[in-house]
């Protein structure tokens, strides 16, 4: 007997010796014994469908709602003003669709909150939940300075890494002090994403990514202030000088002393504002 070749149909193929006694499986779940006569071919024909045409809004919820939490950040949108959908799809150029998904996405992170009739506000900042999350930070980044530190001193760092952490260092530094606000929270996250991916452990990159919407707020706070962009990016060089040095020691202290400083920082902030 010569079978068909099924590979070419992309069928699944399966072959029974010949004299070998086998099974055969039909759509009503009976089955047929059959004895091999010759080598048997039994296919199974893979289910195909039509490539659906792929939703663009989902694209268009991820980018509203980037540029949501962007203005949060920066203070565009200040803590307590009230959200108008209307307002925003039209600043953003979309409908209120993907604006009302966004919010639900800002909502869920405790970005904005219901005020009653006043429908969504921006929600204040707590102290609290930054003093939490930095005190989480300063642990991860010290900790990422530190394997990142080792790997360079074993040599197990590629030079493409390396180099991209040098720019992203380089683009904070290059900034003009008279910056937007939001130019600076964009290097400053650069800078740190760039230094968690030197680590080699993606668990902090990946555990950070999810509280940057309320780190970058903490981040506009502070950064806000055009005496602190200075300072902030000299800690950035002095952690990354060490960190290419292989010095771990010293790479784990420039990095927790750097966190500290700006959870610090953000606190006497924020006591500073609720005062007033």
């Given at each position: 007997?010569?079978?068909?070749?099924?590979?070419?149909?992309?069928?699944?193929?399966?072959?029974?010796?010949?004299?070998?006694?086998?099974m055969r499986a039909h759509r009503d779940k009976s089955f047929t014994c059959l004895d091999g006569i010759d080598t048997i071919e039994f296919r199974i024909q893979k289910p195909t469908r039509p490539?659906?045409?792929?939703?663009?809004?989902?694209?268009?919820?991820?980018?509203?709602?980037?540029?949501?939490?962007?203005?949060?950040?920066?203070?565009?949108?200040?803590?307590?003003?009230?959200?108008?959908?209307?307002?925003?799809?039209?600043?953003?150029g979309v409908s209120r669709q993907p604006i009302s998904h966004a919010l639900q996405l800002l909502k869920q992170q405790k970005l904005v909150e219901e005020s009653g009739r006043r429908g969504l506000v921006v929600s204040e900042i707590d102290p609290a939940r930054v003093r939490d999350l930095y005190q989480v930070r300063s642990a991860l980044d010290a900790l990422?300075?530190?394997?990142?530190?080792?790997?360079?001193?074993?040599?197990?760092?590629?030079?493409?890494q390396?180099?991209?952490?040098?720019?992203?260092?380089?683009?904070?530094?290059?900034?003009?002090p008279d910056a937007p606000v939001l130019a600076f929270i964009q290097a400053d996250v650069a800078?740190?994403?760039?230094?968690?991916?030197?680590?080699?452990?993606?668990?902090?990159?990946?555990?950070?990514?999810?509280?940057?919407?309320?780190?970058?707020?903490?981040?506009?706070?502070?950064?806000?202030?055009?005496?602190?962009?200075?300072l902030v990016w000299a800690e950035h060089r002095e952690i990354l000088r060490c960190v290419l040095a292989g010095d771990a020691p010293g790479a784990e202290r420039a990095a927790r002393g750097h966190t500290d400083r700006a959870g610090s920082e953000t606190a006497r902030r924020l006591r500073q504002s609720s005062a007033s």
């Open positions: 007997m010569q079978p068909r070749d099924a590979r070419a149909s992309g069928e699944a193929i399966r072959t029974v010796p010949a004299g070998q006694r086998y490539m659906q045409p792929l939703d663009p809004q989902p694209a268009l919820i991820d980018r509203a709602y980037e540029q949501l939490v962007a203005a949060i950040a920066d203070g565009t949108l200040a803590p307590g003003q009230r959200i108008r959908q209307e307002e925003l799809g039209r600043a953003l990422a300075a530190r394997l990142a530190a080792d790997l360079v001193a074993q040599r197990l760092i590629a030079a493409p390396s180099q991209a952490a040098e720019r992203a260092l380089a683009a904070g530094l290059t900034l003009l800078f740190h994403i760039a230094l968690y991916r030197l680590s080699g452990n993606q668990a902090i990159e990946d555990t950070v990514a999810a509280q940057w919407p309320h780190l970058k707020r903490s981040m506009g706070a502070v950064l806000d202030d055009p005496k602190q962009r200075p």
